[in-house]
């Protein structure tokens, strides 16, 4: 309306209508382009919006990845995770701690064992990190807890089960101590034979003789201690099994070895190894298995016995049995027989040269091998020992 006011009023009608028409037209060209522009914004603002969404959803989705990363190697860690909230109540545990602890603790005052709970209570007033050795009953396993402040009075529970480094610890602790003592012992013998031998040899021959036979008889004693030791710790971190091994024929020739040995122990050594038997290992090992079998037997045979050895193949299985008539295993004393150093007769094993390490040897061997060695034995009637080992696999190898 403003607009036809303005207009000059000598224009005729035609050119109003013009004139109108254009004044519309601009007017509609300028809405169009208002709306194009709005139009734009609008798209822009919600792909913006759109993007925003699609970068929280990926970010979710990594996140939650992430969770069930973390939750899979805290599941299956070998160490208890405990996380306790600042109330000290449970805000997380693994499967291991449970496993470690026999249950899932609510709260620290559900930890077990009494140790454990204190060492946790004393870093959440501390908030120094401590590290504590404690035992748990029934069934009875060592475990290293440490316990360290995890920020807003948190605190973090690592708890590491170590009754088995402990054993093996322990073990090692008292094979050292029997090994010196059965080191002593001989090595004492020497000395003193040493002593007298001097003191007697211008006098009196005859006891030089006497003991310089003892001297003697003490230093193999010494020296076949220390090559079964140095056997045991070679064997201890395995055998060698690059090499097939014919059984049936490592075992003859080893018994050949001992044939005068029977003889003058007046026993009967009989062997049986008629089919090849071939299994993949170390030769040397295997024949360190044989003697000492074969030996024992025959150290444990009273005159008049007999030793019996087979070498049987199955399909899968190479069967070596020793068995003799001697004097016999106590039943109590059949687990044992394998450990270290173990006798059931010192004296009898001193008398014969024994070491108390060889049927040691004969299952580090077997083992080492994947196979196994076992014992029955009446008192008084004889022993029977026998190795299973694995065929060697490479068919047509026999
Ligand atoms: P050792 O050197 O004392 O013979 P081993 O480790 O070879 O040691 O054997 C451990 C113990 O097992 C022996 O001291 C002996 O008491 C017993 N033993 C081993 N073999 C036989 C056997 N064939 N007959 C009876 N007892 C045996």
């Known amino acids: 309306m ?70 899979l190697i ?113 090595a004492a013998s020497i000395q003193a034979a040493a002593e007298t031998l001097r003191s007697v040899v211008d006098d009196d021959p005859e006891a030089v003789t006497r003991f310089a036979t003892q001297l003697e008889r003490e230093a193999l004693r010494l020296s076949r201690i220390v090559a079964d030791l140095l056997d045991l710790s070679r064997l201890e971190s395995g055998s060698e099994l690059s090499e097939r091994v014919r059984l049936d024929a490592l075992v003859r020739e080893e018994a050949e070895r001992y044939e005068d040995q029977a003889r003058e122990a007046n026993v009967r050594l009989t062997v049986q190894a008629p089919t090849p038997a071939t299994v993949r290992g170390a030769a040397r090992d295997l024949s360190l298995l044989a003697r000492n079998l074969i030996d024992n037997a025959i150290r444990y ?40 150093f173990y006798r059931v007769d010192r004296a009898r094993s001193r008398e014969t040269g024994g070491t108390g390490l060889g049927l040691s040897i004969v299952r580090h061997v077997a083992e080492n091998h994947g196979g196994s060695v076992s014992v029955t034995s009446e008192l008084g009637a004889g022993s029977t020992f026998v190795v299973r080992l694995p065929t060697a696999s490479t068919p047509g190898a026999d």
Do not use: Y
């Open 2 to 71: 403003n607009a036809l006011r303005m207009l000059p009023v000598d224009m005729d009608a035609g050119t109003i209508v013009v004139v109108v028409l254009g004044i519309v037209a601009v007017g509609c060209l300028g809405a169009l382009l208002a709306f194009a522009v709005t139009r734009s914004k609008v798209e822009e603002a919600r792909g913006r919006a759109d993007s925003a969404t699609a970068d929280l959803a990926s970010r979710e989705e990594a996140a939650r990845e992430q969770r069930a990363v973390q939750d």
């Open 74 to 186: 805290l599941a299956s860690m070998q160490e208890g995770v405990l996380l306790l909230d600042p109330e000290l109540g449970t805000a997380f545990a693994n499967a291991a701690l449970e496993r470690h602890l026999g249950s899932r603790p609510a709260s620290v005052s559900q930890l077990f064992p009494l140790d454990l709970r204190e060492a946790v209570r004393e870093v959440a007033e501390s908030s120094a990190p401590i590290t504590v050795e404690v035992e748990r009953s029934a069934p009875s396993r060592w475990l290293r807890v440490t316990a360290a402040p995890a920020g807003d009075g948190s605190v973090l529970v690592v708890v590491t089960d170590i009754t088995d480094a402990r054993r093996i610890e322990s073990v090692r602790r008292d094979f050292v101590a029997n090994a010196s003592h059965e080191l002593k012992t001989p």
């Open 301 to 340: 045979t009273r005159p008049g016995g007999v030793v019996d050895i087979r070498v049987e193949k199955s399909r899968d299985e190479v069967e070596l049995t020793v068995s003799d008539s001697g004097v016999g295993i106590p039943v109590r004393d059949l687990p044992r027989v394998f450990e270290r």
